[in-house]
């Protein structure tokens, strides 16, 4: 009998230790049927090796080591809340919920409530316990204006009715409206929904004037105060603009009595260099100084991974595809900067923006185009028949001089009767990326298009364009399984600090954001959702960017994985700048002595390409 099945209380008492009859059952329905699933494939290796320190880069100091208030939507934050462990979680490849920091769980009939048992063995970082208390204070934290983030403040006000406390291990979290089974266990895992533990223990003696659970002075206080975690990895040294290091909690990590963490996180160290320049940071791998680096941008690939290093099979490349959700993205259009609130405008930058041409001369063919500016591979949520905007600058053409822009100048650049220049800044966050904007500045010239380049370095990029400084944001947003629509198009969020990097605003568009989100019925909800996607369409505020189906990372030879290397939701191998990773990764320190010893003695191996295609599309 498989136990990821539905049963009674009784009958999961006789079938599995993990979802043992408690004590207090009798204050639970006398219906409930829990949930569990430890029947899914693993996905590391047994041959995984302990020990080792993982010597990675960030191209910049994060602003922040909060994961929640102003700055911290970037950075480090994977580390601090996203990759960490959360209630329940999918399988990265079958996509089944696994248990996480909850054992087993179970749907109460309002299609609202859910129960959850906690693992009695999780513990922080700091050796405390992992209790309901954590989940109650986890309400008041992100329900508090001291965290000053209107996102969370919304989410756990408008979305989560209530959180409660059955005993130290069992919890009950309500939402707010009804929906299906999946849904809810869903919005309780996305990682951006932030519903995880929070450290009760680690905000006990706070100054709390307002009594609402926080620290009144929590931004600046905890600004470079790294809370304790669930994870396998804290905090452990700061070196302010220079590097940060994260440290294994040890062999008795919590996680380890769970299969599905097995083998995984195997390196004892996680060190981050701020390294700003990527060429800069490719020599230092080369050199032998980082472990791993990815090779992303086509011309690394195809080009600057065939030096020595990789002749000499010191240095291995891999070439893994993968089947994650791809997030809204491509080029944003900032509604409420002068210019843009005209959507003749709008749809002349969409025909002007020639991303088909940028993948096939600048990207070698090698990625896709995205059907839709909110992204793909969210199932029947998407629409069948989205097919991105082709770069037609004639059409563009028409649209500006419906919007006035009628004159060319000697530059080629159109101008309206008052003398106004049709051009706008695009901002982006990575050098590596000055060719392909540059690419879309030279073609949109044909449609008498000025596109300026406005490299922000970093997180200082991401900074900028969620303060509405940009006009032109070039982004890729990350994305679950369900869409995501109100943080990027409800009114509400046409304001600083906030996911709605086009200030849209529209009435229409808040009224059908509500009713997908009240919606229970998934056929339906999905509708909604296809009608959502086409009034984006509609209002050109986005055009659909490029996609890469896959990760492509080089790695001295030291390095090990399983076979095959990637699950369906491997976004990248190694742990990088903004990824823990599933941290199936080992370091083998007997290949690294040999393969140091090698080259000291001019002794080389046969180069290799690993190339995993099990998920290519």
């Given at each position: 009998?498989?136990?990821?099945?539905?049963y009674?209380?009784?009958?999961?008492?006789?079938?599995?230790?993990?979802?043992?009859?408690?004590?207090?059952?009798?204050?639970?329905?006398?219906?409930?049927?829990?949930?569990?699933?430890?029947?899914?494939?693993?996905?590391?290796?047994?041959?995984?090796?302990?020990?080792?320190?993982?010597?990675?880069?960030?191209?910049s100091?994060?602003?922040?080591?909060?994961?929640?208030?102003?700055?911290?939507?970037?950075?480090?934050?994977?580390?601090?809340?996203?990759?960490?462990?959360?209630?329940?979680?999918?399988?990265?490849?079958?996509?089944?919920?696994?248990?996480?920091?909850?054992?087993?769980?179970?749907?109460?009939?309002?299609?609202?409530?859910?129960?959850?048992?906690l693992?009695?063995?999780?513990?922080?970082?700091?050796?405390?316990?992992?209790?309901?208390?954590?989940?109650?204070?986890?309400?008041?934290?992100?329900?508090?204006?001291?965290?000053?983030?209107?996102?969370?403040?919304?989410?756990?006000?408008?979305?989560?009715?209530?959180?409660?406390?059955?005993?130290?291990?069992?919890?009950?979290?309500?939402?707010?409206?009804?929906?299906?089974?999946?849904?809810?266990?869903?919005?309780?895992?996305?990682?951006?929904?932030?519903?995880?533990?929070?450290?009760?223990?680690?905000?006990?003696?706070v100054?709390?004037?307002?009594?609402?659970?926080?620290?009144?002075?929590?931004?600046?206080?905890?600004?470079?105060?790294?809370?304790?975690t669930?994870?396998?990895?804290?905090?452990?040294?700061?070196?302010?603009?220079?590097?940060?290091?994260?440290?294994?909690?040890?062999?008795?990590?919590?996680?380890?009595?769970?299969?599905?963490?097995?083998?995984?996180?195997?390196?004892d160290?996680?060190?981050?260099?701020?390294?700003?320049?990527?060429?800069?940071?490719?020599?230092?791998?080369?050199?032998?100084?980082?472990?791993?680096?990815?090779?992303?941008?086509?011309?690394?690939?195809?080009?600057?991974?065939?030096?020595?290093?990789?002749?000499q099979?010191?240095?291995?490349?891999?070439?893994?595809?993968?089947?994650?959700?791809?997030?809204?993205?491509?080029?944003?259009?900032?509604?409420?900067?002068?210019?843009?609130?005209?959507?003749?405008?709008?749809?002349?930058?969409?025909?002007?923006?020639?991303?088909?041409?940028?993948?096939?001369?600048?990207?070698?063919?090698?990625?896709?185009?995205?059907?839709?500016?909110?992204?793909?591979?969210?199932?029947?949520?998407?629409r069948?028949?989205?097919?991105?905007?082709?770069?037609?600058?004639?059409?563009?053409?028409?649209?500006?001089?419906?919007?006035?822009?009628t004159?060319?100048?000697?530059?080629?650049?159109?101008?309206?009767?008052?003398?106004q220049r049709?051009?706008?800044?695009?901002?982006?966050?990575?050098?590596?990326?000055?060719?392909?904007?540059?690419?879309?500045?030279?073609?949109?010239?044909?449609?008498?298009l000025?596109?300026?380049?406005?490299?922000?370095?970093?997180?200082?990029?991401?900074?900028?364009?969620l303060?509405?400084?940009?006009?032109?944001?070039?982004?890729?947003m990350?994305?679950?399984?369900?869409?995501?629509?109100?943080?990027?198009?409800?009114?509400?969020?046409?304001?600083?600090?906030?996911?709605?990097?086009?200030?849209?605003?529209?009435?229409?568009?808040?009224?059908?954001?509500?009713?997908?989100?009240?919606?229970f019925?998934?056929?339906?909800?999905?509708?909604?959702?296809?009608?959502?996607?086409?009034?984006?369409?509609?209002?050109?505020?986005?055009?659909?960017?490029?996609?890469?189906?896959?990760?492509?990372?080089?790695?001295?030879?030291?390095?090990?994985?399983?076979?095959?290397?990637?699950?369906?939701?491997?976004?990248?191998?190694f742990?990088?700048?903004?990824?823990?990773?599933?941290?199936?990764?080992?370091?083998?320190?007997?290949?690294?002595?040999?393969?140091?010893?090698?080259?000291?003695?001019?002794?080389?191996?046969?180069?290799?390409?690993?190339?995993?295609?099990?998920?290519?599309?």
């Amino acid at each position: 009998m498989k136990n990821n099945n539905k049963y009674a209380l009784s009958v999961v008492a006789m079938a599995m230790a993990a979802v043992t009859l408690p004590a207090w059952a009798t204050q639970l329905p006398a219906d409930l049927a829990w949930e569990s699933n430890w029947d899914e494939p693993l996905f590391a290796s047994k041959e995984a090796k302990r020990g080792g320190t993982y010597r990675s880069y960030m191209r910049s100091f994060p602003q922040t080591l909060r994961s929640v208030g102003p700055d911290a939507n970037s950075g480090l934050r994977q580390y601090f809340m996203d990759e960490a462990p959360k209630l329940v979680q999918r399988h990265p490849t079958t996509g089944k919920w696994i248990p996480q920091l909850a054992t087993a769980w179970a749907f109460g009939d309002d299609h609202k409530t859910v129960y959850f048992q906690l693992d009695p063995k999780a513990r922080w970082s700091d050796g405390e316990k992992v209790t309901a208390d954590d989940y109650l204070f986890m309400l008041k934290y992100y329900r508090s204006k001291d965290i000053i983030d209107p996102w969370y403040n919304d989410f756990f006000n408008n979305h989560i009715d209530d959180v409660k406390k059955i005993d130290d291990y069992t919890i009950v979290i309500t939402a707010k409206v009804a929906k299906s089974d999946d849904e809810l266990l869903y919005m309780m895992s996305l990682p951006s929904n932030g519903l995880q533990p929070r450290p009760a223990h680690f905000f006990a003696k706070v100054k709390d004037e307002n009594n609402d659970g926080m620290d009144d002075n929590f931004v600046r206080k905890f600004n470079f105060k790294a809370e304790p975690t669930t994870g396998p990895y804290y905090l452990d040294k700061v070196k302010k603009g220079k590097s940060v290091t994260f440290k294994h909690v040890g062999e008795d990590w919590w996680g380890y009595s769970n299969k599905y963490y097995q083998h995984r996180y195997n390196v004892d160290k996680i060190r981050l260099r701020v390294i700003r320049d990527e060429d800069i940071a490719k020599k230092h791998f080369e050199k032998g100084d980082l472990d791993a680096f990815r090779l992303i941008q086509p011309e690394l690939w195809h080009e600057k991974s065939n030096t020595a290093p990789y002749q000499q099979g010191y240095i291995h490349k891999l070439w893994g595809y993968n089947a994650v959700v791809q997030g809204a993205g491509g080029l944003w259009m900032n509604t409420a900067k002068p210019m843009l609130d005209d959507i003749n405008v709008r749809k002349g930058i969409t025909y002007a923006t020639d991303y088909d041409g940028l993948i096939k001369n600048v990207l070698r063919g090698d990625y896709l185009r995205k059907p839709h500016g909110l992204g793909t591979g969210h199932g029947d949520y998407d629409r069948p028949d989205s097919v991105p905007p082709t770069f037609l600058p004639e059409k563009a053409v028409t649209y500006f001089e419906k919007a006035g822009y009628t004159t060319i100048g000697a530059d080629g650049i159109r101008l309206n009767k008052d003398g106004q220049r049709l051009s706008f800044a695009v901002t982006y966050s990575r050098p590596a990326r000055t060719p392909r904007v540059a690419y879309l500045k030279e073609q949109a010239k044909q449609a008498g298009l000025e596109l300026t380049l406005n490299l922000v370095d970093g997180s200082s990029a991401f900074k900028y364009i969620l303060e509405k400084k940009h006009e032109l944001a070039y982004l890729t947003m990350g994305g679950g399984k369900i869409p995501a629509y109100w943080e990027y198009l409800h009114s509400v969020n046409a304001k600083p600090q906030t996911n709605n990097h086009t200030n849209f605003r529209s009435p229409a568009m808040d009224e059908k954001i509500a009713a997908y989100l009240a919606e229970f019925d998934t056929t339906k909800k999905q509708a909604i959702s296809h009608d959502i996607q086409q009034m984006v369409s509609d209002a050109y505020v986005i055009v659909p960017g490029y996609m890469a189906p896959f990760t492509r990372e080089a790695y001295w030879r030291w390095m090990k994985f399983p076979t095959p290397a990637m699950t369906k939701d491997t976004h990248y191998l190694f742990s990088n700048e903004g990824y823990l990773t599933l941290g199936t990764y080992w370091i083998d320190s007997d290949v690294k002595k040999q393969t140091k010893s090698a080259m000291k003695k001019k002794q080389t191996f046969d180069p290799v390409v690993v190339v995993d295609d099990t998920y290519k599309p």
